[in-house]
């Protein structure tokens, strides 16, 4: 194997640390719009959940299956820290998502994860271990820049319900402090960039169809086609200006630049910032 000498554009403060930390949410009293009291946000980020546990087992595979070659040592201690932190998010969302079959949406919850897992069985078997590799560095740019919209904008944690706010601020934290790990693994191994742009994209394209395809089936779950006018106000908090989604284009579009590095945006800030109010209980 070619390893790429290209030189870094950026990397990781050494401030931010990616430490593993097992969590043990409950769960109780979940309201079934827990986000802003509003169905198409509450399931676009239950579609989002659906895809974790299966997915962040992908990304840690691929992601072990290179580990070898790297030897500096710190960086070995940053792939245990990443592979840890993944692990622990599968299995809080798994709870998660078993939380959300007893709220009466077992058919979309249970179908959901049967079709996350069919898909990434394709993507095993069809992609390269290079080409996976490639996958789980795009898709962790995705889930860096939704966790910082998230951390960025403490309005929007404020509407998140209190019964679930910690687990989705403390993936997003873990998101941000692991979130060069497999792009820099990938930098090292390869760094073709075609391959990781039209990965990129293609790995993009299945998680749109795939978190549209089930917060549909979730909003139908409620027959919200019968109140269009409640899907509408919905869908304008996700895609209008200022909503979930916009304002991370800018930040989706930076992974096309050849020299792109997630580091490039240091928000390590954030990190401390979140760390503090989650230690405080009841705080955050
Ligand atoms: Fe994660
Ligand atoms: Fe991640």
Same mark, same amino acid.
């Given at each position: 194997?070619? $390893?790429?000498?290209?030189?870094?554009?950026?990397?990781?403060? +050494? !401030?931010?640390?990616?430490?593993?930390?097992?969590?043990?949410?409950?769960?109780?009293?979940?309201?079934?719009?827990?986000?802003?009291?509003?169905?198409? $946000?509450? !399931?676009? @980020?239950?579609?989002? /959940?659906?895809?974790?546990?299966?997915?962040?087992?992908?990304?840690?595979?691929?992601?072990?299956?290179?580990?070898?070659? +790297?030897?500096?040592?710190?960086?070995?201690?940053?792939?245990? &820290?990443?592979?840890?932190?993944?692990?622990?998010?599968?299995?809080?969302?798994?709870?998660?998502?078993?939380?959300?079959?007893?709220?009466?949406? =077992?058919?979309? %919850?249970?179908?959901?994860?049967? *079709?996350?897992?069919?898909?990434?069985?394709? &993507?095993?078997?069809?992609?390269?271990? @290079?080409?996976?590799?490639? %996958?789980?560095?795009?898709?962790?740019?995705?889930?860096?820049?939704?966790?910082?919209?998230?951390?960025?904008?403490?309005? @929007?944690?404020?509407?998140?319900?209190? /019964?679930?706010?910690?687990?989705?601020?403390?993936?997003?934290?873990?998101?941000?402090?692991?979130?060069?790990?497999?792009?820099?693994?990938?930098?090292?191994?390869?760094?073709?960039?075609?391959?990781?742009?039209?990965?990129?994209? /293609?790995? /993009?394209?299945?998680?749109?169809?795939?978190?549209?395809?089930?917060?549909?089936?979730? @909003?139908?779950?409620?027959?919200? !086609?019968?109140?269009?006018?409640?899907?509408? =106000?919905?869908?304008?908090? $996700?895609? &209008?200006?200022?909503? *979930?989604?916009?304002? +991370?284009?800018?930040?989706?579009?930076?992974?096309?630049?050849?020299?792109? !590095?997630?580091?490039?945006?240091?928000?390590?800030?954030?990190?401390?910032?979140?760390?503090?109010? $989650?230690?405080?209980?009841?705080?955050?």
């Amino acid at each position: 194997m070619v $390893l790429n000498t290209r030189k870094k554009t950026a990397s990781k403060p +050494v !401030h931010v640390q990616i430490t593993p930390q097992r969590q043990d949410f409950g769960f109780a009293d979940v309201p079934r719009y827990w986000f802003d009291n509003d169905p198409v $946000l509450s !399931h676009f @980020l239950n579609a989002l /959940s659906l895809t974790f546990p299966d997915g962040e087992r992908m990304f840690v595979d691929s992601v072990r299956e290179f580990r070898d070659t +790297v030897t500096d040592k710190a960086r070995q201690q940053e792939i245990s &820290g990443f592979i840890g932190q993944e692990a622990m998010h599968s299995l809080e969302h798994d709870s998660f998502n078993r939380m959300l079959a007893t709220q009466g949406y =077992k058919e979309e %919850a249970e179908g959901g994860q049967a *079709l996350a897992q069919k898909f990434i069985a394709i &993507g095993r078997k069809r992609l390269s271990k @290079l080409q996976q590799l490639a %996958a789980t560095a795009g898709l962790e740019h995705i889930t860096a820049i939704l966790a910082h919209r998230l951390l960025s904008d403490p309005a @929007l944690l404020e509407k998140i319900d209190p /019964s679930v706010r910690d687990l989705w601020a403390w993936h997003a934290i873990e998101e941000t402090e692991h979130k060069g790990v497999a792009y820099d693994l990938y930098q090292d191994v390869s760094g073709d960039y075609a391959t990781r742009v039209r990965i990129f994209l /293609s790995a /993009s394209f299945a998680l749109a169809s795939y978190t549209t395809t089930y917060t549909a089936a979730f @909003l139908k779950h409620d027959k919200m !086609h019968r109140r269009p006018l409640k899907v509408a =106000k919905g869908l304008w908090k $996700l895609f &209008g200006i200022n909503g *979930l989604l916009l304002p +991370v284009i800018p930040e989706y579009l930076q992974y096309l630049r050849p020299d792109f !590095h997630p580091w490039q945006h240091d928000n390590s800030a954030l990190i401390n910032e979140w760390r503090q109010i $989650l230690d405080q209980p009841a705080a955050a």
